[in-house]
């Protein structure tokens, strides 16, 4: 009896991939990269538009939360992200005696800012203000770029954090080095191939160190800052730990040192 011959499964005459022969000509490459561009100008324009108008409204809110105790190590350590690196109890002990934050932002470049902690008297350190300066960087070429009439260059619209923008140290002028917690904890690491730290250490080597590997300065600026007043009540949590992590770094240190929680709220339903 003859072999049979294996029927085709439907469709086996159909090109395995459709869309791989999909080609782009320079012209068509060229729209795409001025349409981009004109989108990019228009953000950053909005931007700036709606940090201006915001201002007043953090300011406002500024004056109010000063009046709230401990209203900014609530609002931080309810980041699970934030709250992560600052596990150690000396650390949450310090930011107890943290009585404002600010977001200073460039009015040109509201991309880069710098965070400020203000601090009341504390056994700790000096300082009445911690900061970290994120500065833009313009590229080599951007010397012979004309600004339009917003200012704005195309150096400006191709923007990068990773390559644009240096943050600075900051020194902190530790009253004792028994209080010194970022000699006590300090970042560790073991791969120096490896940007990131095997372990982080403190919280406050994030003013010391240039260097923020876990980008709290982002977080601290674009998530908590914003949403302070949600976080303060426990609305949000921020991050992407799962629940047994947020168990764990959920801490009885906190209770310790009795930040005076409010008691969370149910989350905003969509």
């Known amino acids: 009896m003859a072999q049979g011959t294996k029927r085709a499964s439907p469709g086996a005459d159909v090109e395995k991939n459709p869309l791989a022969d999909v080609e782009l000509n320079d012209e068509q490459a060229a729209k795409l990269q001025a349409v981009t561009k004109e989108m990019s100008r228009v953000e950053l324009l909005l931007e700036r538009r709606a940090q201006e108008k915001l201002r007043p409204v953090y300011e406002k809110r500024r004056e109010i939360c000063k009046n709230i105790s401990k209203f ?140 923020d590997p876990y980008d709290l300065g982002v977080l601290i600026a674009n998530e908590v800052f914003p949403e302070a007043i949600d976080y303060f009540l426990g609305n949000m949590s921020g991050g992407d730990l799962d629940d047994s992590e947020d168990e764990d770094s959920g801490d009885s240190d906190e209770d310790e040192i009795d930040l005076e929680k409010p008691k969370p709220k149910k989350p905003k339903t969509a």
Not at 73 to 93: G, I, Y
Not at 105 to 114: A, G, H, L, N
Not at 167 to 193: G, H, M, Q
Request: hydrophobic share 35%.
């Open 72 to 211: 900014w190590p609530v609002a931080l350590l309810n980041h699970q992200m934030f709250a992560l690196h600052a596990q150690h109890q000396t650390d949450q002990v310090a930011l107890s005696y943290l009585e404002d934050l600010w977001i200073e932002r460039d009015p040109k470049e509201p991309r880069v800012f710098t965070v400020e902690f203000y601090f009341k008297e504390n056994p700790y350190f000096s300082n009445s203000v911690l900061k970290k300066e994120y500065k833009y960087i313009p590229p080599p070429s951007a010397a012979n770029e004309v600004p339009d009439e917003d200012g704005i260059t195309d150096s400006v619209l191709d923007f990068s954090w990773e390559r644009d923008v240096e943050a600075v140290a900051f020194k902190i002028d530790w009253k004792d080095d028994s209080k010194n917690l970022t000699k006590l904890y300090p970042r560790e690491t073991t791969d120096p191939d490896d940007d990131m730290p095997s372990e982080g250490g403190s919280f406050f080597n994030y003013f010391e160190s240039a260097e």
